[in-house]
């Protein structure tokens, strides 16, 4: 089942996205500037900050009660000077639960409620988001960094829609 996240399920959003940020970018184990952003960031008052921002909307995907991935939109940024649509600000997934469709079936989600025209980024070695997004459809537009305090990380930008 997919519906709007509620503040009830911020908890359980910070928790998910730890699972899956930490799984993903902390390939090499864990050092000072990974654990802090990742502590730092991904927690219940961040979670509950995003659901109190208009141009924010979160979807999960729930099975048998259980936060199994969710969607986060802003549906306010752009990326350089042309317009893309929305951002896919994250896709989040717990790897449990990889290839069973609730990735795809989030997207056409938000396809129906805000439209085709969408845009991502994710992280050049990140060669299985890469590989679902374009079996999707989504093409490389560019580029843009991620900046870990000071460490700055490539990022392919990803468009659909277009």
């Known amino acids: ?5 509620k503040q009830s399920d911020c908890l359980d959003l910070a928790a998910l996205s730890l699972q899956v940020w930490l799984n993903t970018y902390a390939t090499e184990g864990l050092r000072l500037k990974v654990s802090h952003y990742a502590l730092s960031t991904f927690t219940e008052s961040h979670f509950n900050d995003l659901l109190e921002k208009p141009q924010c909307e979160i979807y999960v995907y729930i099975i048998n009660e259980h936060l199994v991935g ?6 306010e940024a752009t990326y350089k ?3 893309y649509g929305y951002e896919v600000a994250t896709l989040y997934v717990s790897s449990h639960f990889h290839g069973k469709g ?3 079936a989030l997207l056409e989600e938000v396809k129906i409620k805000h439209g085709l025209s969408m ?13 679902f997004y374009n079996k ?3 093409e490389i537009i560019g580029s843009l ?12 930008v990803l468009a659909f829609g277009q």
């Open 145 to 156: 960094n991620f900046d870990l305090e000071g460490e700055l990380y490539e990022n392919h």
């Open 102 to 104: 609730i990735g795809r």
């Open 136 to 138: 999707l459809g989504f």
């Open 81 to 83: 000077v042309k317009e």
């Open 119 to 131: 845009w991502l980024s994710t992280w050049v070695e990140n060669y299985p988001a890469i590989k």
């Open 1 to 5: 089942m997919i519906r709007k996240a």
């Open 70 to 75: 969710y969607i986060e939109l802003d549906l």
